[in-house]
């Protein structure tokens, strides 16, 4: 609410119509400091200064500048300043000046004239915003570490995934390579079958040869010999293949199970990163809010 004003320039009294001088303007200011501090909804401390000494001061609850009515203003306080300037001046101050982090605002107070008389000093306890902004710093940071770890997750699935694609394919190979060597043991077994067969009939051949076929008797019998074994060889080896092929078998569709879980997990890894990343743009605007605050 604007107060009236008397011809001379001068504030007029609201209640009585005559003009305020400097001393009841700064009175006036000074008697509604408990209504200052009621309207911030933030601990401060509040005083009015005619330039040169302070006239009333009002501490907050954690926001005490210890001084008291009639102790001078320092040159080094900005109020000097303002009095000159007639510009509002507001900074911020760090705990190790008063025991808390503050914002001090000084406001100039003004005759109708335009003319500098005081100073009305606030204080603003700022340990509230000073949390918030140290906790918004905390999750982003988290935040930050989290996002880079669920990136190396999705790019560790996706390499997983790939590796178990090229497993599979590895064992594709493996597979149609074991087909191959069993059409070649058949192949094998038939030649040892016709081989046993041509030493058999070697065998009865050298027998009507009578003594003539005896050192035909002996190739004969060397032959169906190299037989046998060729026809063992293959049938153990094919025993072994077999074998290898039922392990190949279980290591394919472990592969394949694993391949599926490897698959959607670089697909929750992916998602996971994008949620983050959204995450992440609402705690740096948070950051940025409790800034400015």
């Not at 900074?91 to 003319?115: C, F, N, Q």
């Not at 700022?126 to 935040?143: C, G, H, K, N, P």
Request: net charge negative.
């Amino acid at each position: 609410m604007t107060l009236p004003h008397s011809n001379t320039g001068l504030p007029v009294d609201y209640f009585s119509g005559q003009s305020m001088t400097r001393e009841e303007l700064l009175r006036a200011v000074a008697v509604s400091i408990p209504f200052i501090q009621q309207l911030f909804p933030l601990d401060c401390a509040v005083a009015v200064s005619d330039g040169s000494h302070f006239l009333a001061i009002s501490p907050g609850k954690n926001v005490d500048p210890e001084l008291s009515p009639g102790d001078p203003v320092s040159a080094e306080d900005v109020n000097p300043e303002v009095m000159r300037t007639g510009k509002v001046h507001s900074t911020e101050l760090s705990a190790e000046a008063y025991g808390v982090p503050m914002r001090s605002i000084v406001v100039p107070i003004k005759d109708d004239s335009g003319a500098t008389v005081g100073t009305l000093d606030i204080g603003i306890d700022l340990t509230t915003q000073a949390e918030l902004q140290d906790i918004a710093t905390r999750i982003r940071d988290s935040f930050g570490q989290i996002t880079q770890g669920s990136e190396a997750l999705a790019s560790l699935a996706s390499d997983l995934s790939a590796s178990q694609h090229e497993l599979m394919t590895f064992t594709q190979q493996i597979t149609e390579h074991l087909n191959k060597t069993n059409s070649i043991l058949e192949v094998i077994q038939g030649l040892s079958a016709q081989t046993n067969l041509l030493g058999i009939n070697a065998a009865i051949e050298a027998a009507r040869s009578g003594e003539h076929g005896r050192g035909f008797s002996v190739v004969a019998e060397e032959i169906r010999n190299m037989s046998h074994r060729t026809s063992k060889s293959a049938k153990d080896i094919n025993g072994i293949l077999g074998e290898f092929n039922q392990f190949l078998q279980r290591v394919t569709e472990y592969v394949d199970d694993n391949g599926s879980r490897a698959t959607a997990l670089a697909s929750s890894a992916e998602e996971m990163a994008t949620t983050l990343e959204h995450n992440s743009e609402i705690i740096e605007r948070l950051h940025i809010l409790s800034e400015r605050l």
